[in-house]
């Protein structure tokens, strides 16, 4: 039997709409062959010839689950096919129950092979196929990410989502006493430092000793070879790199920004004062940001041709 590989069921999943666990069954069924897997499932009554399941699914929302004791955080995605139905209430309250199913889940298959959390009779991939009929769009997760802290670590997870769902932020802080995690300078650092990075979408990594060296070698490499450094010394060369890439590196860092809420101070320097004011060390330990829709291909399609290519082809 071929090996059955994410990609291809993603493949599958994307040409179709059905749920994952049952893209993955069709290709085992039909030994890896993706046409073959598309009739098993029209077959079963799985999937059908209709168009929702083909039209790109790159609107839709980020959002997030907190639990109530900060120690475990969810970041996720999920899209549907406009922006009419992703400001709808039943699919805002879809990605919200996903977000907190998430939270116990290690991977999107693993998440829609749970039982839903709101009727244990049905999975979570059955759940979204009655969403997607309820609704009339195609539904996926796309992608989520849960922080968890763990035993006896005090900090706290928190999270900022923008702009109406397109932008989300999950952010863990540490520090070194439960007395110091409730407090409330440390506490609204949390939230501060997740609005930060949602506002600098340049930034990547919390410090600049977090940047792995062959990214740092990559950003020499591109400065190394730019026009206006071709006739210049070898060591005024080297020199005038140097600059640009530590000046490069502080761009892609969340401590080295100026703090929105008062530019005269860099996120570090605020760190530092939270640090004075709990009487304890304090650590901005990781960040994650979503934009939604990143890296899909958008269909463009004209309205108006789309219904006449309908009336067409009946």
Not at 8 to 22: C, H, P, Y
Not at 103 to 121: K, P
Not at 248 to 264: C, F, G, N, V, W
Not at 267 to 287: C, P, T
């Amino acid at each position: 039997m071929a090996e059955i590989s994410a990609k291809l069921v993603q493949e599958l999943r994307q040409k179709t709409g059905a749920g994952m666990m049952d893209c993955k069954k069709a290709l085992k069924e039909t030994d890896g062959d993706i046409e073959q897997a598309i009739d098993w499932l029209r077959k079963k009554g799985i999937a059908s010839a209709g168009k929702k399941s083909d039209r790109i699914a790159a609107e839709g929302l980020v959002d997030t689950y907190i639990q109530p004791d900060g120690k475990v955080g969810v970041l996720i995605e999920v899209n549907c096919q406009t922006d009419f139905v992703a400001r709808n209430d039943a699919f805002k309250s879809l990605v919200k129950s996903l977000a907190q199913q998430a939270a116990t889940a290690n991977s999107v298959e693993s998440l829609l092979a749970q039982s839903y959390i709101g009727d244990n009779s049905i999975t979570v991939d059955e759940f979204i196929k009655q969403s997607i009929a309820s609704l009339g769009e195609n539904i996926q997760v796309r992608r989520f990410i849960n922080f968890a802290l763990a035993d006896a670590t005090p900090g706290v997870i928190d999270s900022y989502i923008h702009t109406g769902g397109r932008v989300g932020v999950l952010v863990e802080i540490k520090t070194i006493t439960e007395s110091a995690a409730g407090n409330e300078e440390f506490q609204a650092l949390a939230r501060n430092a997740a609005m930060q990075v949602a506002a600098c979408p340049n930034v990547e990594y919390v410090s600049v000793d977090q940047i792995p060296t062959e990214v740092v070698q990559k950003e020499k490499d591109i400065e190394m070879g730019k026009d206006d450094l071709a006739n210049k010394p070898e060591n005024i060369r080297e020199k005038i790199v140097q600059g640009r890439i530590e000046k490069r590196l502080k761009e892609m860092t969340l401590l080295d920004q100026p703090y929105i809420r008062d530019q005269s101070i860099s996120v570090e320097e605020l760190v530092k004062q939270v640090k004075a004011k709990v009487g304890e060390e304090v650590q901005v330990s990781r960040f994650v940001r979503y934009i939604l829709g990143e890296g899909i291909e958008k269909q463009e399609t004209n309205f108006a041709d789309e219904v006449a290519a309908q009336i067409g082809a009946k």
